[in-house]
Every structure is written in C-alpha cells, then in structure tokens.
C-alpha cells in the first residue's frame, strides 16, 4: 500500500530532508509541498538536491492543500503548526517537526516560548526509554505505535536525552547537575537570512549562543530526563547545564554530555545501563570502549552513535553523541515514528549509513 | 637594544606562529631558525606566509646553533627540550612551548607524560591569579618579571586556567567537579602527517578525543587551579572533566567552562570576581553581560576573550573563552612572557586585534 | 538474482564509497573486503559510517581473496590493479577504480604515469558520447552492456569530458585551447598521511596543484574528447589547459570548463547541442538557462550537474559541471557501469537526489 | 605628523579590514567612524575582534561627520560614494572603496553598474604596469603620489590585472581569449543577511556565479588590461571568460588565469616578464618556478604572491595569483595607495606576511 504524503514547509532546511528520505521511501509517495514566500516555485528551485522530486511545485501553506492525504508533515516555525492542526481536515497520520506540540507543561512553554500553548502529542524518540505509569521501563516506540499525531524531537534534546537517559533510568548517573556542550552545524538554525548566520561569520570560528540556559531545547531535555527517572522525587529534579556553539560544518551535532557517577557505581555497571538500553536498536549504537563517533559518520543516515567513558578521577561519566541534526535529528525520526505509526517496519526508508569522508 | 632571537622547531605551527610574532616585535630579531627533518631548507619553504623572514635557513636543532643568543624559543615535540636544555651554554632567556618544564609533580608527569620529567620553570601565563607563600593573590606576572627560564603554557590549558581561576580564587565556585568542553582547531595537534587529522578526514565534521580525563592538559589546568585556591583543604581538591572536540577551523579554541555556584553566592558576586581578575588586563577581556566571543575575533592575536553567565536553574557558572591556539595560546604568551622577563613593555609586538571575518 | 561482490581496496576512501553504495544495492551482496595494511581489521574500524557493513573483516588483497565472486572492484593505487588482474582466475566482472586500465596510448602512460602499461578496458562512463567505426555517435554505455572488464573513470576526467564532449561531438567548440579549472575536495587524494593534506593545511585556504599541465586526468580527458570529435584531423588536436585547485570541503568537483565558440555557431545551437546529448539521461543533467550547479546538490548522489552559458564578449562557451568525486566521479561510475555489464537495470542501487545543505 | 582619519561604513567587511590596519598604522589616526543602519552603536557591537578601537562609536553616514578630517575612507555599496563626495568639504584624500570611481568609460558603467557614472579617480593598485602619454610603461605608484582622490580596486579585477598585465605589457601573451577561474570566500560579498550567503549553504561546496561574463568586475580589469597593452589596435582588445566560484573559506581569493603564449615566444620569455615586473616589489612577489600560492599564506597581509607555469601542450601560460580579497584585496591596496598619496613610506602599517595555517 502506499499512503500519499504532504509536506508543509517544504523549502526550508527540515522539509528538504524530509523530502530526500520520503523520495527513497517505499511506502510513501510525497503528493504535496507547500511553501510560504516560495509558495508557486517550482520545488528545485529552492531544493535542487532532490533531482528525482523535481515535478513538484511549491503550493501555499493551506488547510485546502494538506487534507486528504494519509501523511501530513510539517516542517514550519514555531506557532505554525499548532494554529494550522486547528484546520485541517481529515488527516491519518500528521508529524509535527516544530515544536508546538513537544512540551507538556505549560509553564515551561510560557518561560521558554510564550503565545499558545497547544497539547502535547507523542514524542518521536523511539529509543527512549520512558517509565509507564507502573513505574517499569519501556520503550518510547511503544507509544508510537498507532499513534494519529507525533512530535518530533528537537535535533539538540533528542542527542541529549539519548546520552543520558539510560543512566537515569538505571540509576548509575545522578540526574542532578547535568553538563551538555554541543558542536552544531548551522542547517539547524534555518533558511531565514541572517548576518550571524551569513557563511562569512560562520567559517573558520567557533561561535557560541544561547548560553547560560536560555536554549529552547532545555525544557524538552528535561521532561524526557524526568520520564526515565524513577521515583517520585526524581519527578523534578533533573537539572542541566546546556551550551550549544556553532562550528564550521553545514549538518551534525556533537553532544558531549557528562553526569556525576552515582555513589558506589561500577565503570562497568555504568557501561551495562547504556548497552541494555541500546543492544537491540539499529539507529542508536554504543561504540566499543574507547571509541567515540565523529558527526561525519553519521551525515544523512538516520544513526546517533554514542561514545561513553567513566572519568573516575573527575567523578563523572562521560556521553559523546553524534548525529545529523536533519536526519536522525528531525527528518528521520519523524518518518521513522510514522512507520511506527502506520505499522510498517520502524527502519522503512531509513538508512543506518553515513556518507563520509 | 635588540635582542638576538633563536627559534628551535621553526618549521612547525608553533614555530611558525612565534616567527610570524616575532617578525614584527620592535625589539627581537631573529638571527637562527633550526628544523630536525627539515633543516638545511628555505624556511619560506615550510612557511610561505612568512615572507618577511624569507633569508633565513633551517640548521639542525643543536646546541651550537642556538648558544649565544639572547633568546632561544624552544617549539619542539615534548622531551625534546629538557634533553636539550642540559646541553645549552650561556642565554639569557629560554622560552619553552613545550610542555616538558610546566608541572611541579612528578606524579603528574609520570601519568601523563612519562620518561624523565625535568624541572618546572616559571608558567608563562601573566594574568593568573596565583596565591603567594603569604595565601595573598597577585598575578602571575610577578614571577616572570627578571626571569631566565619559562614554561609557555599547554593552549587548552591556558585557555581553562584564565575561564575558572578568578572564580576559584575568589571563592564564587566550587573548585571541584568542573566540566569544560572545548572546540579546537587542528593546528593544536601539529604538522606530522597523520590519517586522522588529514583534511578530508576533519572537514564538515566534529571529532571529540582524548575522552574521559586522559588529555596531557588536565594535570596542568589542576595546578593552575590549585595555585589559586584558598587554604589548605584546596590545594589537592580540584577536579576536572575535560573533553576537546576537533571542528573545521585551522586555529581556536573556544572552551566552555562550568563550575557549581558556592553556595550563596549572587550572580553579581560572580561577574564582579571576574571584573576584578581581569579589570587592567589589555589581553584578557570579560564581555559584557550577554556577549559570548567567538574564536574569529581572537585570530592571529595575543587576546583571550571570555563570556560569563549564571544559569540559577542549573546551578552553574558558565564561562565561554575564546582564544587563538597558537597566538595568545602559544606563540604569544611565550613572547609576551618574555617581553616580561626581559624587562620590555609587555604588549611590545603583540596585537590585540584579531582578523576576522 | 544476487551477484556476490568483493572490494580490493576496502579501507580507503574509493572503497568506502563502493561499500556504502553497494550497501544499498538490491542485487549486490558484499562478501569480501581487502586491505593492504588495514588486513585483519573490522572493517567499521576504518570505515566508521558504514554500520550495516560491521560484521565483515578486511582480508589481505590476494588473488585468493578475489577470486570466485561474481564481481570484483579494484580500488587500489595505480600500478596494483594491472599486476593483480593477471593472477585473477575467474571473475565474471571487474571493475577497477584506478588507472592501470584507462589509457589505449602507450604514449601517454610513459609520459603521464610511467611503468608497465595494461590493457585499457571499457571506459565506465555510460553518458559520453563516443563516435563509432561508422563515425556515427552513440553512447559509451553501448561498450559496457555485457562487459567483462571496466575501468571507472578518473573524477576529474569524467567530470571535463561529460562537460566538453557534446560540444566537440556537435561541432559547435572548437576542440582546442580549451580551458578548466577546477575547485575539488581532498578526498580525491587519497587516505594516505601527507603533510601537504592536513586538515589545518587545507582549511580556511585555496590551494593550486599540478599546475601547468602535469596532472595525470590530462591524457584521459583527451582521449575522451578525441572519441567524440569528427574527421581525421580532430583526431589528434585536443589540446587543454587544466588546473586543479583543492578548496576546503571533503567531496565535491566543481569543474569551470571554457572553450572557445565554432566560428558561426549561435547560442541556440550551443545550448541544444548539450541538450540533446543528455536529454535522457538520469544522471548527467543540463540545468536551465541562467542556473549553475553547486557541489552540494551532488553529495553522496550519482548525478552529473552541468550549467552552460555563451559568454559571447569573450567568444567562449562556459560550463560549470557538479559532481562527487566519489560518487558519480568514481564509485557510482562503476556501480553504474556493473549494473550494465550485468544486464541490471542502469540504476540500481544509485540516487539520483543529493545530500544538502 | 598624525593624519586624522575616517571610515565610513564601518560596520561592514570592507570598514572592518581597513580599520584593523589603520589601527596598526604608525601615521594614522581613527577619529570617526560612520554606519548607516549601525549608527549609534559601539563600533565593537560590529566588530568585535577590533578591541584596541572599542573606545569608538559609529555616527551617521553624512558629509558633516566626515568633512575636517585628512583622509577619509569610503566602505560603501557602490552608488553611495559618488554622491556623497558631492557634499564633502575640504578633505585633503579621500579613498574609495566602492566601484564609482574604479571606471573610465560610460558604456562600461551603463553596461556593468548603472546610473550615475562619476569621474574615474586614481587607480590603487600601486604595482599595476600601466603604458604612458608616450608609450613606456610605468607602474601606476606613479599616479598615486600625492594624489587627492583614489579609487581603491576590485579585488577580483586586482588580482586578475597583477596576473596579466605583466604577459600583455611585455607582449609574451596574447592580449585576447584570456580565461581567469576564481576560488573567492564570501567576505567579498559583504555583511547584508542573503539565503544564499547562509553559512550552510555555502560550506562544504563550491558555488559559481556570475557565470558568462556578467561579473562586474570584468570592465575593471579590461580597463587596467588595456592600460598596459602596447599599439593602438591593443586599446580596445582584451576580452576575458571570467569565473568566480565562493568556496568554504571565509577570506581569500585563488585565480587561475590563463593566456595564450605569442607566437615565438620561449618560456624563459615568459617568466622573465612577470620577474621584471615585480622585481623590486615587496606586495607583489613571484614565486619560484615550480610553486604555487595558497591563500593561506596571504591571509590579513598586503601580499599578493604569484605562481607561473607554461603549458607548451596547451599553448597557454598559467598564472596562479592569490591573495586576500579584504586584505591585500581592498583595505590594504587602499591603505598603501593613501602611504603614497600623502608622501608616506609606501609599506607603512602594512605587513607582508600572512596568518597561517
């Protein structure tokens, strides 16, 4: 069967890869784009990658053109989303890439992003381990099956959450007193023409932002971190220091997150929590001991490659991710929780390589 | 006066860059450039940018050839210097950017470095704080005023010890459980041709090493810390999770610093430790609130830009530094220490501009 | 069907572009990978991108080795293909990524190589136009269906000849004084350690190479440009002025390719010269008038890009030519060209839609 | 004696450059500096890697800002300049930045620029060989003594005349069918926020534009061409194939420019017009037979090195010139033309070496 796909937002960054994954996808047909500047332009215009999708023409962001499709994707600015759901139609399955639809709590909404806040939808994460209401663990895929209306992740909470929840949820790191600093690429800050982002500004230097808390992801990270932890006081309390800064390369995270190790853990009890959390995930590996990934082995393929070590003279377990921030990132985790949620098989369309060097 | 210069490893980047400095000092010329595998070779060869220096030629590294100046840079593979040193007749002044005479402990070189460790000279970072024999602060410059041997300092050490000391020694921030994740440029790692630091290798992708506290640098940022700290308690208690991560860019270092608050400590207290530190400093700048610097702004200069934040909710100071590998990282300091020790003004050669963009 | 495959050559960059495509290919099932000093290794070890290929381990380049797949790529440095082919027993297909077997003229193999000269094979560019005995042109691809030895095309070659041959083909450039220059990325050269090919070497910096005339893609272009060109006399006159510069990005050939216009020609017939030649064909495409490729558009995908203009002041035509060097320059070529040999439909397994930004 | 200084439009690419080497100039002093959107703000808001000028904020661009001062630099979007001079009072030199003034012919400007066409000012390309009233060549220094008004070059069209200019002005190339491919970063392109300027799109890729003689540059160099040809039939012939191509480097340009040989002409010949060019230069140097430029080594200086290959087979002289477009490219050539304006020696507060790697 195949199910006839919409994108919205489909010149931007996110609907371009959207785009490139779904052209190989073998279940869905991409029927629809639509744009808002862009909207009558030919699709190559503004994604001249996608040779093979170069029929399509940009149609307006409408209610109109998204109904009546199986699959509706929305890769649009934040407050978009939730206003255009209001309108649509009959819809079986729709993806959100914003992130209107991530946060459950409202204040953190109002302190982080303020205007309407819109219901939470299920968090397109597959991996994550998630504590049900019996307090047992289990995977976030589990609420993704059948699911009509799904989040998908913000590329920097996803590569956090991913380092760090296994050690929560095992209970081998402290959820307290987190510390993430991430090397991004600057596609994860969108298409819209800015000087800071200008070429110019970006080669050659390394440029920090949202530092001392401020970061849009942080709240994300922190719900996901309090959905492993267990035990009613772990509830609240994960807390972290998060500092993203932009390095010269067009995709990729590289998160390196650490966590104070838990009084009495092993190095070995530490590397066990992350090796039964990710041993049986085709998109989320742990390398070896002593590896660590590197963003190029993971560009344009739907895999977040974890490194771990045990820093015992600083007390601290050590997490480096690595993921594109497009792909695994944002695009593919949407398409990979909508065959979760279509019931195809999880890794349709999606590949574990990178394209490297 | 003019003062006879030798530079020792000159056809290397740290070489490089003191030649590239030194070229343009008012007070310095450059008689003697040796080289190991490159010696009886046009410098301009190894170092085309360096038109200036065009009628200089490679000798070997040997004692003869550096005897008699009265300046000899040292900018060779660690152990080299403190073999040759032994075997130096009379110079006024040796600068070493080598890492064999920075630490004081024996058990540091010998779990960090190995082979014969060799004497500490004094540290060739000027704007630290340090504690006297008294526990009063001064800088760090004191020791270097009249000096004859000095130690130029490890460039990510450096870069840590200027984000976290004024902190420590005031007493704003715990001097325990530090975490710094810093993105460097691959001139760090030297010119010896390795497969994985070639270009194809390191461009458009983030490689983390040395992963989990075995950088040759940490041993170094604890001593710095530790010379700064307060009482007797803290001379052994600083703790660092330190992780470098290589971007795309030839040069920087932008180093992201985080340390608990002490406890009831203000944001104000905070900023004003490091206003203090570095209120006089023409070289160390603290930005104003909100403002993060970028390694762009630092290129080709002897400047090290810091940002700060509070992040209540984390409950960590964030320090954002940002500084040229090779210039303020390397090459400058050990050119500004020497200004020091050879009694000249201390800015003399140096420039505080970067160039960017 | 699936045909068993093996990669000579499996840890440098040729080969993990040939792994990763064959990765996906629904016909092609790799059964053997082979290094050289990589010999005994996993071969994730060397190739970390390539996840679904972790479980095989490189074996030594032996005939032993080699022999008994249905299909063998060579993707070895010039000199090793043409020594190990003569030991092979029976393989079905071989295709070798290097350059033993792409020169007829003895002459130009001492003159551009030197040492014992092979064979040349079926040339693995199915888009050329070459003109038969008759002096009728047809496609290249005519001499690949059913072919039993292939030799991949140089990157650089194939991107100038697919820019120049139809225009040579149609009579509408004259088929000398041509000129190209081209802006390329490292990989091209090689995972070997050199110097010269640092990443802070090549960073930040535009660097000419075999500037005047010696680069080794010099003979391949004109024997191509030869195939294509009508009468006796066209027989020997290509002549080309050709410069490659490497520029800071992994991957990518962006080829400026001018020559001058055929006295009486007009801007139509140019442009529909390069239309015709490639009206139908998938992977090498003319983009619209007044649009220009860029790299990006190509990266990781089999596509040729070309973008053409009369630049009538200056009495030149210019073609700006897209592609990976990797990719369509090298690996996708020879899967390409497999797929023909072996009556597979011309695309399997190759994309046609790059990964951008 | 100081000369009090101006910039206007300091906020921008161009303002920045000339400002870090006025900043080091031993004659010059910056007493204003002027923006147009960034008026009021501090001028290290702009430009924060010019620490020694943070004391200075930007004013308005208007004729009374600027009038009183001795020297006023122009860094304005071409059309500004020309009217803004109008409406200047006494001001001993004014130096432009912009394209205004560059131009001699209204059909050049009417074709290439628009509007308004001011009167040409003196050339600032100090080392240019340029044919007198009675037909013996002179270097254009010579115009620049104490001249009031300069228009500083194109950096593109410099770059491409010091490549030339020497072949056609000795007659060893021919003055028609030239081809010049640049590699250019995107800094020339100035600071204005443009979707195509995007940091990502521009790393990792290689990016043509203007492609077919629309570049508004080439009338530039026809003009410095045609200045150097000997004969009347020489005065309107040069024509030129011009392509630049934005590379991932944030400064810089690499041309390969290419010419045919005279008929009868040796390679010694050849290579002796470019050393008696440039003999005696210290901004202009050819390098030896064999070596080629980078940009790298170029970087921040007032150096433009040049490379020279003869390609018998091609029947073409090559000449790889690079340079940095900021640098050397603009706010050096007009910093050195103002030295020799005002009787200064010609090289002060300029530097010959670059910043590398």
Redesign the interface.
């Given at each position: 069967m195949t199910f006839s796909v919409a994108v919205a937002g489909a010149s931007g960054?996110a609907g371009?890869e959207l785009l490139?994954i779904l052209?190989?996808h073998p279940e869905f047909e991409v029927r629809t784009v639509t744009g808002h500047s862009s909207a009558g332009d030919p699709l190559i215009d503004h994604?001249?990658?996608?040779?093979?999708?170069s029929h399509l023409r940009l149609e307006p962001t409408t209610p109109e053109a998204l109904d009546g499709h199986d699959l509706v994707f929305f890769a649009l600015p934040h407050g978009a989303s939730g206003a255009l759901t209001a309108r649509l139609g009959e819809v079986r399955l729709v993806v959100d890439c914003g992130a209107d639809h991530r946060l459950r709590s409202d204040d953190d909404w109002a302190a982080f992003y303020g205007g309407e806040h819109h219901e939470a939808w299920s968090y397109g994460v597959p991996e994550l381990l998630v504590r049900g209401a019996d307090g047992v663990l289990e995977k976030q895929r589990e609420a993704l099956r059948g699911a009509s209306r799904i989040a998908a992740p913000g590329c920097n909470a996803s590569t956090v959450a991913l380092s760090l929840v296994p050690g929560i949820a095992a209970g081998v790191i402290e959820p307290t007193?987190l510390?993430s600093?991430l090397?991004v690429?600057?596609?994860g800050?969108g298409?819209?023409?800015?000087?800071h982002?200008?070429?110019?500004?970006?080669?050659?230097?390394?440029?920090?932002?949202a530092?001392?808390?401020s970061h849009r992801h942080i709240p994300e990270i922190r719900q996901a971190l309090r959905d492993a932890a267990a035990g009613a006081a772990a509830q609240d309390s994960p807390?972290?220091?998060?500092?993203p800064?932009?390095?010269?390369?067009?995709?990729?995270i590289?998160a390196?997150s650490?966590a104070?190790l838990a009084p009495g853990t092993t190095p070995d009890e530490v590397r066990a929590a992350w090796e039964r959390a990710y041993a049986d995930e085709p998109f989320v590996?742990l390398l070896p001991e002593g590896r660590?990934?590197?963003?190029?082995?993971?560009?344009?393929?739907n895999?977040c490659?974890l490194?771990l070590?045990?820093?015992?003279?600083?007390?601290?377990v050590?997490v480096?991710a690595?993921l594109d921030n497009l792909a695994k990132g944002t695009a593919g985790a949407a398409i990979q929780s909508a065959n979760l949620a279509l019931g195809l098989p999880e890794g349709a369309g999606l590949?574990?390589?990178?394209?490297?060097?």
């Open positions: 960054y371009g490139r052209a190989g994604q001249p990658h996608l040779r093979s999708l007193d510390v600093v090397a690429g600057p596609s800050a298409k819209a023409a800015k000087t982002l200008l070429g110019a500004e970006l080669m050659g230097t390394a440029n920090p932002y530092v001392g808390g807390t972290i220091s998060f500092t800064v932009l390095v010269p390369m067009s995709r990729g590289l390196t650490t104070r590996r660590f990934p590197r963003t190029a082995d993971t560009l344009g393929a895999t490659l490194g070590a045990v820093d015992e003279a600083a007390g601290r050590v480096v690595a590949s574990v390589n990178g394209v490297a060097p």
